[in-house]
Nanobody, 127 residues
Framework: QVQLVESGGGSVQGGGSLRLSCAAS????????MGWFRQAPGKEREGVAA????????DYADSVKGRFTIPRDTAKNTLYLQMNSLKPEDTAMYYC????????????????????WGQGTQVTVSS
């Protein structure tokens, strides 16, 4: 049974940093592309960052380029989202997701490409 468990959310002041983690189990982590998505109240879920099978390809939403990175540790079956220079508009529930598709056959920032989702972790950035 596939499980994705996010952690690391919290409250931080603008300009600060947080690192989210997503612990994966129940499948071969290294064979799946992974993504981070977020959803703020009243808004649609949006893709924030994604990383392909093997980690050779990454993609980021324009709003987070240069501030967020998405490393993955295959040995620990864990995906991360390193968030720096946080802004109040980054406030949202953050979700990790997994898909068997790879970057050349999918838009890895699109939620519909993903089969498995975690329960989310809240990030709140104050001004």
């Amino acid at each position: 049974q596939v499980q994705l468990v996010e952690s690391g959310g919290g409250s931080v002041q603008g300009g600060g940093s947080l690192r989210l983690s997503c612990a994966a189990s129940g499948y071969t982590f290294s064979r799946y592309s992974m993504g981070w998505f977020r959803q703020a109240p009243g808004k649609e879920r949006e893709g924030v960052a994604a990383i392909s099978v093997g980690g050779a390809f990454t993609d980021y939403a324009d709003s987070v380029k240069g501030r967020f990175t998405i490393p993955r540790d295959t040995a620990k079956n864990t995906l991360y989202l390193q968030m720096n220079s946080l802004k109040p508009e980054d406030t949202a529930m953050y979700y990790c997701a997994a898909t068997a598709k790879n970057w050349y056959k999918a838009d890895l920032l699109a939620a519909y490409e993903y089969n498995y989702w975690g329960q989310g972790t809240q990030v709140t950035v104050s001004s």
